[in-house]
Antibody
Framework: EVQVLESGGDLVQPGGSLRLSCEVS????????MTWVRQAPGKGLEWVSSIGDGSGDTYYADSVKGRFAISRDTSKNTLFLQMNSLRAEDTAVYYC?????????????WGQGTTVTVSS | QSVLTQPPSVSAAPGQKVTISCSGSGSTIGNNYVSWYQQVPGTAPKLLIYENNKRPSGIPDRFSGSKSGTSATLGITGLQTGDEADYYCGTWDSSLRTGVFGGGTKVTVL
């Protein structure tokens, strides 16, 4: 069964850092694009970042560019989102997902989400 | 302000049909595949439609998708109470090289 499982969400102070992990199973990470999507409380879905299959080109929303970094460890079948200089507006549920918006198959598998709260 | 424009809400009686529009531009919908997602409050989103009009295994044929030019539409026929959820369209922005979602549409079954 194809699954993705996020972890690492926590309460962090403004300006702090956090690394989210996403362990995947049932498929080989390097063969698929992967995406992070977030949802602030009471708000809609916001695309955060994607990493391509193969060579792994990376893409970021303007709201996180320069602060967040997406990466993967193919030997551990794990995707990461390193989040630095966190702000209150980064508070959200963060979803790890298999696939990429705009591509043929879209985002076809979603995790259950991990909660990041940025507050003093 | 989302790059893709959806109506905030639509509603209809059980058994009826609703359509949800998703308006974009040449660099978004006009040049990329559109997918649709259903999100029941408190749960993760689920893929409903991919490649503009295809349904994943397990999605009933009451759900349909279409795309024309820079707009896409999700249709739900035979509306059921279990269809009450938020629905999002999504695609890629080829100019900005970013993913984009619509603002979401809340479907209410009267």
């Amino acid at each position: 069964e194809v699954q993705v499982l996020e972890s690492g969400g926590d309460l962090v102070q403004p300006g702090g850092s956090l690394r989210l992990s996403c362990e995947v199973s049932g498929f080989t990470l390097i063969r698929y694009a992967m995406t992070w999507v977030r949802q602030a409380p009471g708000k809609g879905l916001e695309w955060v970042s994607s990493i391509g299959d193969g060579s792994g080109d990376t893409y970021y929303a303007d709201s996180v560019k320069g602060r967040f970094a997406i990466s993967r460890d193919t030997s551990k079948n794990t995707l990461f989102l390193q989040m630095n200089s966190l702000r209150a507006e980064d508070t959200a549920v963060y979803y790890c997902a298999k696939g990429c918006l705009g591509r043929k198959y879209g985002i076809d598998v979603w995790g259950q989400g991990t909660t990041v709260t940025v507050s003093s | 302000q989302s790059v893709l424009t959806q109506p905030p809400s639509v509603s209809a009686a059980p058994g009826q049909k609703v359509t949800i529009s998703c308006s974009g531009s040449g660099s978004t919908i006009g040049n990329n595949y559109v997918s649709w997602y259903q999100q029941v409050p408190g749960t993760a989103p689920k893929l409903l439609i991919y490649e503009n009009n295809k349904r994943p295994s397990g999605i009933p044929d009451r759900f349909s998708g279409s795309k024309s030019g820079t707009s896409a539409t999700l249709g739900i026929t035979g509306l059921q109470t279990g269809d009450e959820a938020d629905y999002y369209c999504g695609t890629w922005d080829s100019s900005l090289r970013t993913g984009v979602f619509g603002g979401g549409t809340k479907v209410t079954v009267l």
